[in-house]
């Protein structure tokens, strides 16, 4: 059974040949293609020496030696006082300092002084111990962030009827539960050394509990000194 054929086949055909074998380099090709002829020879690419020159084994290779009878030239002088001049630049110069070094051995090893942390060079500073502008700013601003938060708690807490426990009412508050611990501690400490009836586990297990309670309870006002209770 024969298998359908398109009548536009062959013209499809040329117009791929013409528009698409054109651009298989991205666009059309723009570079002359090279001849075959034009090859890559052997040292092609190598750059060419330069001309040779004649040698000549005459010519000197160096300045004649003076001769025996030959005399250097003789009598120049300068008026210029060396000495003078050498003192005038030590008293009008300025004195060079010391580089203050340290000796830690015996045998005379020396170091740098500045480098080691022996010296006291950080506190001589102008602005040693003085807090930076921008840690003071940032105070400010968690400060006024903290008054403002205050107030909207204290508008919120007047409409919901709460009340914010006072410092002397949070340190009674966290001395009675340390007091509560400790009396649960010493009936925990009198407990028998072996456990083997359900009674005295029972027992256990709940003064393991009320203590761990209470920690968490001391921990957390311990932890946050603003405190709010609702009016009963």
């Known amino acids: 059974m024969l298998g359908y054929t398109s009548l536009f086949k062959a013209s499809i055909k040329d117009d791929m040949k013409k528009f698409k074998t054109a651009m298989k380099t991205m666009g059309p090709a723009k570079v002359?293609?090279?001849?075959?002829?034009?090859f890559l020879k052997k040292h092609s690419k190598e750059k060419p020496l330069p001309p040779k020159k004649k040698f000549n084994r005459c010519s000197p290779k160096k300045p004649a030696v003076p001769l025996r009878t030959?005399?250097?030239?003789?009598?120049i002088q300068s008026g210029k006082n060396f000495i003078n001049t050498n003192a005038a630049d030590v008293i009008m110069g300025v004195a060079k300092k010391p580089k203050p070094i340290y000796v830690d051995k015996r045998t005379g090893d020396k170091h740098d002084l500045e480098t080691s942390?022996?010296?006291p060079k950080y506190i001589n500073k102008k602005d040693y111990g003085i807090t930076p502008e921008y840690i003071c700013k940032r105070n400010e601003d968690v400060k006024k962030a903290q008054e403002e938060y205050d107030n909207y708690i204290q508008e919120n807490l007047k409409k919901a009827a709460m009340k914010r426990l006072s410092d002397?009412?949070?340190?009674?508050v966290l001395q009675g539960l340390k007091k509560n611990w400790e009396e649960v501690h010493k009936?925990?400490?009198?407990?028998?050394v072996f456990?083997?009836?359900v009674p005295k586990k029972i027992r256990k297990q709940k003064l393991e509990k009320e203590m761990k309670q209470l920690e968490h309870d001391i921990s957390i006002i311990e932890k946050h000194k603003i405190i709010y209770i609702a009016n009963k």
């Open 32 to 38: 002359e293609i090279p001849s075959p002829k034009d």
């Open 70 to 75: 030959d005399h250097p030239v003789m009598g």
């Open 117 to 119: 942390g022996l010296f």
């Open 168 to 172: 002397e009412e949070r340190e009674a």
């Open 187 to 192: 009936e925990f400490q009198s407990l028998s």
């Open 195 to 197: 456990i083997d009836s």
